[in-house]
């Protein structure tokens, strides 16, 4: 489905992806983990095209993304959030789901049944009217993020820290509606964490980065028994 | 501002102000000049508000539609009505190879354009052949009669720039309304979040650019026609964007009807207040206006009017 293939990407003297290769099969969700700037959300934003990298392959069920621009990647199938949530300013939050539909989809096609089948299914119905920028508390935003990203009709869905800063209940309610929302709309996912918890409980691979490389792709658990992952990951060393 | 609200504003525009200043050239012709500057207050600020593009440049649009309006009538025959879309397409063309400076952002993009500008005036300076060079071009032909009104008179030019304005306020009302209108609105604070959403942000860019230069190039064809005469210097001068950005920040740029509120509102005010009180300078007073105007009321001039009507009607129903 994704193909990642010796990927490479600097800003300047600095080598933020280095040779990076990884997939994701259909239906499969896979975590991408390691220590802050070791290559994640770069390897999200080359994703997306807001990166362009120095050398390498992605394709996306067969198609070249890296020659299409942003916005046709979104119609391509290909959905994201930001860590830091980046609602549209002004609109409330269902236009913020009016113009992901509307831009998103390839059909262009805007389906008020659908965008409010999203907004339940992220818990957001009840603020649908209310302004996207400062009407939400943080889980909301972070909801809204996901939301807006639903809203495209993705086939994958590329999430970036979206549980980070909340507290433990929220991050539990959240990470319970994120299971639902792949299985109610068939999705692959790439998800940026850091909590190992939360990994293990969402991912059914993963692929650790350290220094803009990739050091480790597979199981979850195996994985963080791996001694080279511990090491890069945690700073810590097991016997 | 509500449609009831609006259409009491027009009724009085088209009505009350021909009915009780129709014989007062003088100051039917003041409330033209006004909307001229309403008018590119109105494109400015449709370029400004959706999609958040500041510019300094719009002088260019307003010389090349004045230009091409003046030459096409006087030169090869084009009635004036007809000239004057083709001047605001003609300021649309111009506007294509200003499009590189979409790639940038705030104040390089409004710096961009006002050299753009520049490079514009210079063009009718030195094409002497086709624009006069800067002996400019003499007795453009007026506004003609048509269906037994004369266009040509004080009040005859109100119309058509009033008709001219209430087109463009009522073309910017339905981008603005549209997907088109609300991704754009949303780009002017959060231009990442509608692209990652697959919104073709520059590609809207564009048209808005095309859009607004359309606009204002009418607006100069128009002036053209109603002077009679143009010169690279008064065509392509740098009042034609300062005037109208002061007007549409003063009246509220975000909003509507804000730009022409203001436009009409700084436009008299100076011309009739304070050219009398202050003939050397007077745009000084402006100047000071429109910073009290951004302390006081940063959305502009229309939401204290709002909310004087607004606590007016509350204290009738209380």
Request: proline share 4%.
């Amino acid at each position: 489905m994704l193909k990642v293939k010796d990927l490479c990407v600097s800003f300047g003297g600095v080598r933020a992806l280095q040779n990076v290769s990884f997939e994701v099969q259909q239906h499969e969700v896979l975590g991408l983990v390691g220590p802050n700037g070791a290559g994640k959300t770069t390897s999200f934003n080359v994703l997306s095209g807001i990166v362009k990298p120095t050398a390498g392959e992605v394709t996306y069920n067969g198609h070249d993304i890296l020659k299409s621009s942003m916005h046709q990647r979104v119609t391509h199938g290909i959905g994201r959030t930001f860590q830091i949530p980046q609602p549209m300013h002004e609109l409330t939050v269902r236009e913020n789901l009016i113009v992901s539909q509307r831009f998103g989809r390839p059909d262009g096609k805007v389906k008020h049944q659908r965008i409010d089948e999203i907004l339940k299914s992220v818990n957001l119905l009840h603020k649908a009217e209310s302004d996207a920028a400062t009407g939400l508390a943080l889980t909301e935003r972070k909801a809204l993020e996901v939301a807006k990203a639903l809203a495209t009709e993705p086939t994958l869905l590329m999430l970036d820290e979206v549980l980070a800063g909340l507290e433990t209940t929220s991050k539990k309610q959240f990470m319970e509606t994120l299971k639902e929302i792949r299985k109610q709309y068939s999705l692959s996912m790439i998800v940026i964490e850091h909590d190992i918890e939360t990994i293990m409980k969402l991912c059914d691979r993963v692929v650790v980065f350290n220094f803009g490389k990739v050091i480790a792709d597979g199981d979850p658990e195996e994985t963080f028994r791996n001694p080279e992952v511990v090491r890069s990951y945690t700073g810590e060393v097991h016997a | 501002m509500n449609i009831k609200v609006f259409l009491l504003a027009l009724a009085f525009m088209y009505l009350g102000v021909p009915l009780l200043l129709g014989d007062n050239n003088y100051l039917i012709g003041m409330i033209a000049s006004a909307l001229i500057v309403a008018g590119i207050a109105v494109a400015w600020a449709l370029l400004g508000n959706l999609g958040g593009m500041v510019s300094f440049g719009h002088a260019a649009f307003f010389g090349v539609g004045a230009y091409t309006s003046a030459i096409l009538t006087m030169d090869y025959g084009v009635p004036v009505f007809v000239a004057l879309v083709l001047g605001g397409i003609g300021a649309s063309l111009s506007s294509i190879f200003m499009m590189p400076a979409l790639r940038l952002r705030g104040p390089y993009f409004a710096l961009a354009i006002l050299a753009y500008a520049e490079i514009f005036k210079i063009l009718a300076t030195e094409a002497t052949g086709l624009t006069g060079g800067g002996g400019g071009l003499l007795s453009i032909p007026s506004l003609p009669v048509f269906a037994g009104i004369d266009f040509g008179t004080k009040l005859g030019g109100y119309i058509v720039i009033l008709n001219i304005v209430t087109l463009m306020v009522i073309t910017y009302f339905f981008i603005r309304r549209s997907s088109y209108g609300l991704a754009l609105k949303a780009m002017h604070d959060s231009e990442l979040a509608t692209r990652i959403v697959g919104v073709p942000a520059t590609y809207l860019k564009i048209v808005m650019l095309v859009v607004s230069a359309f606009m204002t190039g009418a607006v100069g064809a128009f002036n053209a026609h109603y002077i009679n005469f143009l010169e690279p210097d008064y065509a392509f001068s740098g009042t034609w964007t300062v005037f109208p950005i002061v007007a549409a920040i003063f009246g509220g740029y975000r909003t509507l009807s804000g730009p022409v509120i203001g436009a009409l509102f700084i436009y008299l005010i100076d011309q009739l207040v304070f050219k009398n009180l202050l003939p050397q300078g007077h745009q000084l007073i402006l100047g000071v206006m429109l910073t009290g105007m951004i302390v006081l009321s940063p959305s502009g001039l229309l939401p204290i009017i709002t909310n004087l009507f607004t606590r007016t009607r509350g204290k009738q129903h209380a």
